[in-house]
């Protein structure tokens, strides 16, 4: 790895962990991101047990931003991406010719210099051969080997430099190659990173949303409880430990709040704004039968192998490998079956981690299916409760907590199709290059 490549690759990496580097406690925007869908499912129920989240995005100057809309926002605007593409742009603006120029003006001056001793060398030996001058033909003979000594000196010092233009003009083509491949990797990574921030949030507003139905239902027992209570049917402490419940449940929506706000923080910073940025995110789209109907895992994981920046990035070991040794760099083949054996272990590991992704698709598909299943079956109980309501069977306690049942079903559905979406979308990346965590390993 040249010396550019290496500071190349600790600066993007210095910079993307200082962008990504968030408080204590604060959604992790690539963590997030990469999740499966399982598992940002999981991460959401976590934060609801624990107390955390809901909408700073009500604020009337609060821009809206689309799922769909990340990828552009984020390769306009994200400064380290900004960053990159200058530093970019400086080495495909580096001038090879000109810094070189000096060195072969002097040089094609010695060689001028060199061929004018030579030719006046000659002419004096001529002239003194046809004057038949012993001395003076051994002091021009030796002039014109003097003189040829140079020339051949300044001549080897011209292709010298033409070798040393050559290679820094070729380290510098690998160099903006390898930069370029780099950003292009890092432009998906922070994407795929703020889309796992905006899936994260839509998951928090629904999680604040069965919270605030929850003290709704919390609410009611209490005012029944206290009916209770009042004509001596439960004990006091009965409605205490109720009160003392919708004081915990309460505490957490306010925690709830402040940690929606800092992962809308992350989000805004993700896309170029700064931390007081105010974003306003709006649906998310849901995967078409269409599209999983597309996915066929033979073409889709050619497709990954081929874009996988991971991938590339032990492809190009191997090719420096081979030059190393070519250029005697390097004594023995060792270093260059070295990185042929850790290239075919990559093409592994991506096939091994797409199978999983695509797996994982087919069973977010099926969960869909059953939440599907289960929210028909809870609609159906729903009209039967409805009706008993109508007629005076049922109170209305019985009534509404039948609608929190059927509302609880109604989310598992909408959390199903965000976890098929994330999944989906996560095989997508994968197919264009990016495989989370090994991508760029």
Same mark, same amino acid.
């Given at each position: 790895?040249?010396?550019?490549? $290496?500071?190349?690759?600790?600066?993007?990496?210095?910079?993307?962990?200082?962008?990504?580097?968030?408080?204590?406690?604060?959604?992790?925007?690539?963590?997030?991101?990469?999740?499966?869908?399982?598992?940002?499912?999981?991460?959401?129920?976590?934060?609801?047990?624990?107390?955390?989240?809901?909408?700073?995005?009500?604020?009337?100057?609060?821009?809206?931003?689309?799922?769909?809309?990340?990828?552009?926002?984020?390769?306009?605007?994200?400064?380290?991406?900004?960053?990159?593409?200058?530093?970019?742009?400086?080495?495909?603006?580096?001038?090879?010719?000109?810094?070189?120029?000096?060195?072969?003006?002097?040089?094609?001056?010695?060689?001028?210099?060199?061929?004018?001793?030579?030719?006046?060398?000659?002419?004096?030996?001529?002239?003194?051969?046809?004057?038949?001058?012993?001395?003076?033909?051994?002091?021009?003979?030796?002039?014109?080997?003097?003189?040829?000594?140079?020339?051949?000196?300044?001549?080897?010092?011209?292709?010298?430099?033409?070798?040393?233009?050559?290679?820094?003009?070729?380290?510098?083509?690998?160099?903006?190659? /390898?930069?370029?491949?780099?950003?292009?990797?890092?432009?998906?990574?922070?994407?795929?990173?703020?889309?796992?921030?905006?899936?994260?949030?839509?998951?928090?507003?629904?999680?604040?949303?069965?919270?605030?139905?929850?003290?709704?239902?919390?609410?009611?027992?209490?005012?029944?409880? #206290?009916?209770?209570?009042?004509?001596?049917?439960?004990?006091?402490?009965?409605?205490?430990?109720?009160?003392?419940?919708?004081?915990?449940?309460?505490?957490?929506?306010?925690?709830?709040?402040?940690?929606?706000?800092?992962?809308?923080?992350?989000?805004?910073?993700?896309?170029?704004?700064?931390?007081?940025?105010?974003?306003?995110?709006?649906?998310?789209?849901?995967?078409? /039968?269409?599209?999983?109907?597309?996915?066929?895992?033979?073409?889709?994981?050619?497709?990954?192998?081929?874009?996988?920046?991971?991938? $590339?990035?032990?492809?190009?070991?191997?090719?420096?490998?081979?030059?190393?040794?070519?250029?005697?760099?390097?004594?023995?083949?060792?270093?260059?079956?070295?990185?042929?054996?850790?290239?075919?272990?990559?093409?592994?590991?991506?096939?091994?981690?797409?199978?999983?992704?695509?797996?994982?698709?087919?069973?977010?598909?099926?969960?869909?299916?059953?939440?599907?299943?289960?929210?028909?079956?809870?609609?159906?109980?729903?009209?039967?409760?409805?009706?008993?309501?109508?007629?005076?069977?049922?109170?209305?306690?019985?009534?509404?907590?039948?609608?929190?049942?059927?509302?609880?079903?109604?989310?598992?559905?909408?959390?199903? #199709?965000?976890?098929?979406?994330?999944?989906?979308?996560?095989?997508? $990346?994968?197919?264009?290059?990016?495989?989370?965590?090994?991508?760029?390993?």
């Amino acid at each position: 790895m040249s010396t550019y490549q $290496w500071r190349g690759r600790v600066l993007v990496a210095g910079a993307l962990c200082a962008l990504l580097t968030v408080p204590a406690g604060a959604v992790n925007a690539l963590g997030v991101a990469g999740m499966g869908a399982t598992a940002v499912g999981g991460a959401m129920q976590g934060m609801l047990a624990n107390g955390t989240i809901k909408d700073p995005f009500s604020a009337d100057d609060a821009q809206p931003v689309g799922f769909g809309g990340l990828e552009k926002r984020v390769a306009e605007n994200n400064m380290t991406i900004k960053v990159l593409e200058r530093q970019l742009a400086g080495i495909g603006n580096t001038d090879i010719d000109g810094q070189f120029a000096g060195q072969e003006f002097s040089a094609e001056m010695m060689l001028s210099q060199a061929q004018g001793a030579l030719a006046q060398a000659q002419e004096e030996l001529k002239a003194a051969e046809e004057a038949g001058d012993a001395a003076g033909i051994a002091a021009a003979t030796a002039a014109v080997q003097a003189a040829q000594q140079q020339v051949g000196s300044a001549q080897a010092s011209i292709e010298s430099i033409d070798e040393a233009k050559e290679t820094a003009q070729r380290q510098l083509d690998d160099q903006y190659a /390898s930069l370029e491949k780099q950003i292009e990797n890092i432009r998906q990574s922070l994407t795929v990173a703020a889309q796992g921030v905006y899936l994260a949030l839509v998951s928090l507003e629904d999680g604040l949303d069965t919270l605030d139905r929850n003290l709704a239902s919390l609410d009611r027992q209490i005012a029944v409880m #206290e009916k209770q209570v009042e004509i001596g049917m439960a004990a006091p402490l009965t409605l205490e430990n109720l009160r003392y419940s919708r004081t915990t449940l309460t505490s957490q929506r306010e925690t709830l709040v402040t940690q929606q706000k800092q992962a809308q923080n992350q989000l805004a910073m993700l896309c170029g704004g700064d931390a007081d940025s105010r974003l306003r995110i709006t649906s998310v789209p849901q995967v078409t /039968s269409a599209q999983l109907r597309e996915m066929d895992y033979e073409d889709d994981l050619e497709q990954a192998l081929d874009n996988s920046y991971s991938i $590339w990035v032990k492809q190009d070991e191997v090719r420096q490998a081979s030059n190393d040794y070519e250029d005697n760099v390097t004594s023995t083949v060792d270093y260059y079956e070295a990185a042929k054996l850790d290239l075919e272990n990559e093409k592994e590991n991506v096939t091994s981690s797409f199978r999983s992704l695509y797996t994982d698709v087919q069973e977010k598909q099926r969960l869909l299916q059953e939440a599907e299943e289960a929210y028909a079956m809870e609609e159906k109980n729903f009209a039967v409760d409805e009706l008993q309501y109508e007629r005076g069977m049922i109170s209305q306690l019985d009534y509404q907590t039948a609608q929190d049942d059927l509302a609880a079903k109604q989310d598992a559905v909408d959390s199903a #199709e965000i976890e098929l979406f994330t999944a989906y979308n996560t095989y997508d $990346w994968a197919r264009r290059g990016y495989i989370g965590s090994t991508a760029g390993a």
